[in-house]
């Protein structure tokens, strides 16, 4: 079974569009996470949430806005999507009980805007 | 701000060799310091982590060396093999702040 599920694992569309993400984790964590990865495979947080609690918001611009259904799942949404939006999408789930601990990434959503 | 600055950017060693990547870091309540390990089409996965309490730690082939006072910390690959060709990104977090901060990234290639 996947740890760590995203959908889709493609997107192709046009300027302008908004597209979705879904992110699911059956490891029984409450802590999830967006990173984004650029073309230069820099890897960079956008949101963190905690039992559906957003606890980190990186400068990220507004077109994003994940939402937490519950702690097992975290969508990523965008709005007006622009060609510097174009990256692979992370999502990453954690238990936050004690001070750190190993993250488990989803095999990820590449973004390709035109 | 690039918290955690990771060298080489790329890296080419010939089977057998020693692959070492460095990072260094400017934040002293960083306390947890992981090498994560990223195939092609995949997520990165942790390859081995260390704290600040100890200067070295090592699982099979895999070593982190870590210097406190330099603000430095670094792994090392010992009989490299083709199959360690990936993209390694060392990373840094403190306790409290629940954000793990990734280096650059180095693209390893081990040659036959």
């Known amino acids: 079974d996947t740890a760590v599920s995203q959908t889709p694992k493609y997107l192709v569309t046009q300027m302008g569009n908004d597209k979705s993400i879904k992110c699911e984790q059956n490891?029984?964590?409450?802590?999830m996470y967006w990173y984004k990865q650029d073309s230069k495979k820099f890897l960079k947080i956008m949101f963190s949430y905690n039992n559906k609690e957003l606890i980190i918001n990186e400068t990220v611009p507004n077109r994003f806005s994940p939402k937490s259904p519950d702690k097992a799942h975290l969508n990523l949404h965008i709005n007006s999507l622009e060609l510097g939006d174009s990256a692979v999408y992370f999502c990453?789930?954690?238990?936050?009980?004690?001070?750190?601990?190993?993250?488990?990434f989803g095999e990820g959503s590449r973004l390709t805007v035109l | 701000q690039q918290q955690v600055k990771q060298s080489p950017q790329s890296l080419i060693v010939q089977k057998g060799g020693i692959s070492i990547i460095n990072c260094a870091y400017e934040?002293?309540?960083?306390?947890?310091f992981p090498w994560y390990q990223q195939f092609p089409g995949k997520g990165p996965a942790l390859l081995i982590a260390i704290r600040p309490d100890v200067s070295e730690k090592k699982e099979g082939r895999f070593t982190i060396s870590f210097n406190k006072s330099a603000k430095q910390f670094s792994l090392h690959i010992m009989d490299s093999q083709p199959g360690d060709s990936a993209t390694y990104f060392c990373a840094a977090e403190t306790g409290t702040a629940s954000k793990l901060t990734f280096g650059t990234g180095t693209r390893l290639q081990v040659t036959l």
């Open positions: 490891l029984g964590h409450d802590t």
């Open positions: 990453a789930s954690r238990y936050s009980g004690g001070a750190t601990g190993e993250l488990f």
């Open positions: 934040n002293t309540a960083f306390d947890y």
